[in-house]
């Protein structure tokens, strides 16, 4: 199957884990940055050119792709898919209206809305980079406990929640809690520009913490997956709508409702080493079987292979 590849995640060598795993699930394999400054002639010449069996769109903001773009695509054959793996409050209306031959999404709610505009949807989960996020590597000195997230003030519907836990935390467990991120004035770090030190700095660690901007069905953001693939931290993650689909609580990782919740339950946990352990074992056994980008993609192929006959 020859690949096509639009949009984010697009980058020079060195070959990331998305590029990888497009590259050992295709036949051949070609990508575009939506930065490129020709980028829909560019689309074209690669429609004629490579003549894709299927096109992974990133398209994540208005005025990138034009919809004939997407129709030229597609009148040369090939099926047209559009992915969003963030979220935001509502479908943007451009979205809805890029002619793609399938919408994916990383969350049930946007499937939902989706389906109800008339489009062909599903549900795509995010991926993780294995090589990087994984038990063996360089220690960063961190915390006993962590929480890596940006601090975006009252944006999202759940930031000012995710900023009070920070403040809970810290008052409960001093020095022993940090913080890593854009916009916390007490952060102990910031790790968004590598990945690498990221997954140093979670390998020292002993609970992870997983609190994302938004409540809705089956989103939990790719931070869930890099501290289970991390292999080495226990991950509590503040349960959401749909989460017993992938895991199970007590198995893979440690769910939690409300700040005394998580307190007493990090308090339990740091003291049972083999509890801990255990559950981390099973957490990394997971991410590697179910959640690496090499999953993401194949589950991206049985999409493509599901609905492209429809």
């Not at 549900?123 to 294995?130: A, R």
């Amino acid at each position: 199957m020859k690949i096509l590849h639009l949009g984010l995640c697009v980058s020079p060598p060195p070959i990331n884990g998305l590029q990888k795993a497009f590259i050992e699930n295709s036949s051949e394999y070609a990508e575009l940055n939506c930065g490129h400054p020709d980028f829909n002639n560019e689309v074209l010449k690669l429609s004629s050119s490579f003549k894709p069996d299927l096109v992974f769109m990133q398209i994540q903001a208005a005025n990138i792709i034009q919809k004939q773009t997407v129709q030229a695509l597609r009148i040369n054959g090939a099926f047209v898919v559009n992915w969003n793996g963030d979220v935001r409050d509502d479908i943007p209306a451009w979205m809805l209206g890029t002619d793609s031959d399938l919408t994916l999404f990383s969350n049930m709610r946007d499937v939902h809305a989706a389906i109800a505009h008339g489009l062909k949807s599903d549900f795509l989960e995010i991926g993780y980079n294995p090589e990087i996020y994984c038990p063996d590597g360089i220690l960063r000195p961190s915390h006993d406990i962590v929480f890596f997230g940006n601090n975006y003030g009252t944006q999202f519907p759940l930031s000012y929640y995710r900023n009070e836990m920070v403040k809970y935390l810290k008052g409960a467990f001093g020095d022993q809690f940090g913080v890593y991120g854009n916009g916390w004035q007490n952060a102990d770090g910031n790790f968004n520009q590598s990945q690498e030190s990221e997954a140093e700095a979670y390998r020292s660690a002993k609970v992870a913490i997983n609190c994302s901007h938004y409540d809705i069905e089956r989103y939990s953001s790719d931070r869930i997956f890099r501290i289970l693939g991390t292999g080495r931290p226990l991950c509590m993650a503040r349960t959401y709508k749909g989460i017993e689909e992938d895991f199970e609580h007590g198995k893979h990782l440690i769910t939690w409702t409300e700040f005394g919740d998580l307190e007493a339950k990090i308090r339990h946990y740091l003291k049972s080493e083999n509890e801990r352990e255990f559950i981390v074992k099973n957490g990394n056994n997971l991410a590697k079987e179910k959640f690496t980008f090499d999953c993401m993609i194949k589950n991206l192929i049985k999409l493509y292979e599901k609905y492209k006959t429809i």
